[in-house]
């Protein structure tokens, strides 16, 4: 499975951005694709996951109310929507294939990586 994130950049603290990832090769692996984020200096954590098939999801209680995951499988894609965002929302964005049946917040759990987007919220 091949990951590719795009959507980053700037914006004012309170704006939006989306931001998407397309999966190609294996898809009918994947069992759910998350968003994770990783900020200088600072550990990988978690921020969303999406089953690729169903309706499961989940998010850190630190974006919930602000940024929804949506998935569109017949173009392979998740996307990202992120509103009111905040400087501490600047991070680089990573999506993430986890192939296994057991949804999870935890990055070692998931076996496919995308190369990471760039996103900077300024105050």
């Known amino acids: 499975v091949q990951l590719q994130a795009s959507g980053g950049g700037s914006v004012q603290a309170g704006g939006s951005l989306r931001l998407s990832c397309t999966a190609s090769g294996r898809t009918l692996t994947i069992d759910s694709l998350g968003w994770f984020r990783q900020a200088p200096l600072k550990e990988r954590e978690f921020v969303g996951y999406?089953?690729?098939?169903?309706?499961?999801?989940n998010y850190a209680d630190s974006v919930k109310g602000r940024f929804t995951i949506s998935r569109d499988n017949a173009k392979n894609t998740v996307s990202l929507q992120m509103n009111s965002l905040k400087p501490e929302d600047t991070a680089v964005y990573y999506c993430?294939?986890?192939?296994?049946?057991?949804?999870?917040?935890?990055?070692?759990?998931?076996?496919?990586w995308g190369q990471g987007t760039l996103v900077t919220v300024s105050s």
């Open positions: 999406i089953s690729w098939r169903g309706s499961r999801s």
């Open positions: 993430a294939a986890n192939p296994a049946p057991i949804t999870s917040t935890l990055p070692l759990r998931y076996r496919y």
